[in-house]
């Protein structure tokens, strides 16, 4: 306390407090000056700085809009959680037509972006990127005559995520449309929960309902949903088997659906994906209403 002299000025707003003043008074055995201001002078400093600075800057150009910038700004709102601790804050994000974002609902530095955020390594988030190349690699890839052709109606549902690429494929080769219902959402759930005929089933297996009516007003030719008992194995794997929610789901929205659908063909048969010998075969059967050739099935099943 010596150090410091006898002659001591606090400032900031902490010393409001008498007897914060007090016991700084007592620990340094000096009778302090508190002023008036005392929590006002970090802001004179800052201002002071900033004239300072001020000066510097004169030939610089103003970051503040003008009349005709802030008539043509735009300003885009999200949202998401953080992720970096296990507060998770829930993030809302300004972003602004110049390139500009601001964030608020952060309760530290690191949520706030900037600097801080740019240093850490970029993870890819790998569910988005599995999304991407499921669907819209192959949706772009749509082929663009489609004079008097039929539109093939898939729901993005179930097991039908990681077999789309192969039904996109095998129905595009054979000169097809094909019409992917919507990403799965609350509106969209709530369109058909009427149609749910049992509160037992996981939430994924009821999401399914929405998706059919999404493809029934898409008025596609008609709707592909097949029964697959077992997908493909991988590696050494022999634990192949679909749970049976996902092979019986098909039939279940056909025995319950008939009135959404309404003139819209459904088809759900059963079919063994997992073994393409037997696979043509039973697709020559399936698809007999579009009078195709076997070879051409063959084909579209190779590609």
Known sequence: PKELGDHIVVQGGTFYNESVLRAFEKLMGVEV??????????????ALLAAETAEEL????STLLDSDGLNSLQVSTTMRNCGLCSNNCMLTI???SDGRTYVTGNRCDRGAGGMIQEERKAVPNLVDVKLRRYFDYYL???????????RVGIPRVLNMYEDFPFWFTF?????????????TTKEQYNKAIDTIPSDTACYPAKAVHGHIRDLAN?????????CIQHGPKEFSRDNNYHCPMVISYPELIKNNMQEVLGDTPFHAPFLPLADKKSLVPALVKALDFLNLKKKDIANAVEK
């Open 218 to 226: 898409a008025q596609v030719d008609f709707v592909w949903y097949p």
């Open 58 to 61: 004169q030939k610089e150009k």
């Open 94 to 96: 300004n972003a602004f």
């Open 140 to 150: 772009k890839k749509n082929i663009p005559e489609f004079e008097g052709k039929m």
């Open 33 to 46: 000056i508190r002023p008036d201001v005392s929590g006002l002078m970090g802001a004179y400093g800052m």
């Open 171 to 183: 129905f595009n080769t054979l000169g097809y449309e094909v019409i992917l219902s919507d990403y």
